[in-house]
Structures are given as structure tokens and as C-alpha cells.
């Protein structure tokens, strides 16, 4: 599908070939983050009563024990949010969902594209091994380029993962100030990814997007790298073990 649609083009096709991935695995995981929210967010609901009897000083006093609260699982969250608002409702959240997949669908065509080239240089160079093994990027290569990339989608893509977090932390201000006192709403929901962008821009101008993205940083570059890091590792492995001696 992908070379019938980008033949000449192996950019393109990485690229592609990344955003599909990120588009199926949101499409596969949202349901069950949507039913894990739901039971983040859900007060428990305590089960009926039961009744005991004891006996303190040869009189008979009845004691109603209130069992401990009763959570749902996993499975049966989805199935009450399928049942009570619908199948579709189990993907709600979907579209930025979708709007963030091009931060990993950035983050590995970057680095496929480096590792090609570096891997090029290599080859052009003659630095493979004399039996003609295939060639590999070394684990501080790996790191550094994992890096890389993953800084560059970050910086691409922060004001969506920002613009997602203010849209859900509106949404239960919302909620809390319609249970304490509906007459007096003084802030309203986003209507969308792009009212609550441009109303970060107007508080606090073009900066203001990417509020936060230093800690953010901290925490996603260096979980990529080791990521990358294994996936060489892992490559270098499976090359080993295929390869005729």
C-alpha cells in the first residue's frame, strides 16, 4: 500500500509508514485509556449493607456493616460506557489523540532518516566487517541521534500536548464549579484545540506554547534514547543470530 501510494519516495514512505503506525495504535489503545480515566474520575459505589449481630451483655444489638467500596475493572468501565452512552463514546477523545500522533510519527522518520545516513557514511567508508556482517549504529550513536529526534518532535509538537492538558484541566474546572455553585460560572469550556491555543497566545504571547516543555524535555528525551539504544541492540542481535555463517 505504502509503495503504491509513495513509489519513488523512501522519505515519504517512512514517513507514512510511521503515521499509520501511530493512527492504528490510537485507535487500538483510546478505549481502554477512556475506560481507565473513567475509573480515575468515578467515585467508587459502595455495595449494600449487611447486617451482623452481637452480643454485649447477654443483649442481642444489631450492627449494619457497610462492606468495602466496590470498584470496576477495566472491562467492565468499557462496557457500561458502550452500554449507557454508546460504542463510539469509547473513543472519545480521539481526534487529539490522532492531532499528537505526529510526535512519534517525527520522532522515527528523523531517525531513520540519520541512521540511514550515518549508516551510508559507513558503508562508503568501508567500516563494515570483513565477513560482510551488516552494519550497526553504536549504543552512543543510538542515544545521541534517539535524542535528537525526539527533541525536534517535542518542540514541534508541544503546543498540542500543552493545548491537550489546558483542554482537560478547563473541563474539570468546569465540572467542579457546576457542583459548587452552578449561578456563578465564571469560565467556560474550549471549544476546540484551536480557542484554547489562541487563548494561551493572547495571555501570554508565542512563549507561552511551549510553558513547561524544559521539564518535559527531561522526562521523553532520555526515555527515547534508551529507547533507541535497545532497539540497536536488539537489531544487532537478531542480525547475529540470522545471519549464515
Request: hydrophobic content about 40%; aromatic content about 10%.
Amino acid at each position: 500500500f505504502i509503495n503504491f501510494i509513495l513509489p519513488k519516495s523512501k522519505m515519504g514512505s517512512s514517513l507514512l509508514a510511521s503515521t499509520l503506525t501511530g493512527i492504528i495504535n490510537v485507535f487500538l489503545t483510546t478505549p481502554l485509556w477512556n475506560g481507565t480515566r473513567r475509573i480515575m474520575e468515578s467515585d467508587p459505589q459502595p455495595s449494600k449493607p449487611t447486617s451482623s449481630t452481637c452480643i454485649n451483655n447477654e443483649k442481642q444489638v444489631k450492627i449494619s456493616v457497610l462492606p468495602l467500596k466496590v470498584e470496576p475493572n477495566l472491562w467492565e468501565m468499557m462496557y457500561q460506557i458502550a452500554n449507557n452512552e454508546g460504542i463510539l463514546q469509547l473513543w472519545h477523545g480521539t481526534f487529539s489523540s490522532l492531532l499528537l500522533v505526529s510526535n512519534p510519527a517525527i520522532q522515527y522518520f528523523l531517525y531513520e532518516q540519520i541512521r540511514a545516513w550515518v549508516l551510508g557514511i559507513k558503508n562508503r567508508r568501508g567500516s563494515g566487517s570483513a565477513g560482510g556482517g551488516s552494519l550497526q549504529l553504536t549504543a552512543m550513536e543510538a542515544f545521541v541521534f534517539g535524542a535528537l529526534s525526539k527533541t525536534v518532535a517535542t518542540v514541534i509538537t508541544y503546543p498540542l500536548q500543552l493545548g491537550q492538558v489546558l483542554i482537560r484541566l478547563r473541563k474539570n474546572e468546569v465540572k467542579e464549579l457546576e457542583q459548587a455553585d452552578p449561578s456563578n460560572m465564571k469560565i467556560e469550556e474550549y471549544s476546540g484545540m484551536t480557542d484554547c491555543l489562541y487563548q494561551q497566545y493572547t495571555r501570554g504571547g508565542f512563549s507561552s506554547l511551549f510553558q513547561g516543555m524544559s521539564s518535559k524535555l527531561v522526562q521523553t528525551v532520555g526515555q527515547a534514547s534508551f529507547i533507541f539504544v535497545t532497539y540497536e541492540q536488539v537489531l544487532a542481535l537478531v542480525a547475529n543470530v540470522i545471519e549464515p555463517r
